[in-house]
């Protein structure tokens, strides 16, 4: 029987403590489902991960079930209109942390900042910024690494195996466009729900 979770964590890897019963559902919901995790995540302190094809709801959904699963604490920036009363106590329950939109730095610059400020911190992104097709990445998950001296850790969605997967850690040299061609080349061959790739050719119909 193949294992539905990659290998444990290693000890620079930001985790929660004590969330025994979200690990317990975590681990529930990415078995019912059908899905499985498959690599390696690296034992470092800090990283922007990046996860593609962005395609369907779910993926928020058996994403945060993994990482539960595994007991790994990962931070994510939303808009502060998220974290107010009602839902707000669940947005930060998963990792949520609001961002200050009259703040003149900017998501970027405050994500930055949190690097800066933090021991141990993975920022979780989805590069698309949307579940459309699109022909390329928006660069804020860029600026966030290169700005904050972070590496990338490329993860992906692979809907016709229902597999989740880790990919080696990307050190961006600077050269955004041929850093990006580059990660681009890593998520060529994984596919969304119905097919969708993680960047689309400008003739792709």
Known sequence: MRSILAPPLGPAV???????????????VVRLSGWRVTGEFPNI????????????????????SAASALN??????????????????????????PTDRSNPNGVVGQTVEQFASSDQLWVVLAPEGTRRRVQQWRSGF??????????????????????????????????????????YRIYE????SKGKPAVSSPDAS
Do not use: N
């Not at 019963?21 to 529930?28: A, I, S």
């Not at 996860?51 to 928020?60: E, L, M, N, T």
């Open 14 to 28: 930001p985790v929660w403590k004590g969330r025994w019963l979200l690990r317990t559902l975590g681990r529930w």
């Open 45 to 64: 302190p800090k990283a922007v991960v990046i996860a593609a094809p962005h395609s369907s709801a779910w993926d928020g959904v058996i994403g945060i």
């Open 72 to 97: 790994l604490r990962p931070t994510w920036m939303g808009k502060d209109a998220l974290f107010g009363p009602g839902l707000g106590w669940l947005m930060r329950l998963f990792g949520g942390v």
């Open 142 to 183: 860029y600026h966030i690494a290169v700005g904050a001296g972070v590496p990338i850790v490329p993860v992906y969605f692979h809907y016709p195996e229902k597999t989740i997967g880790i990919c080696e850690v990307f050190m961006p040299t600077g050269d955004m466009e041929a850093d990006m061609q580059a990660l």
């Open 189 to 192: 061959p994984w596919r969304g």
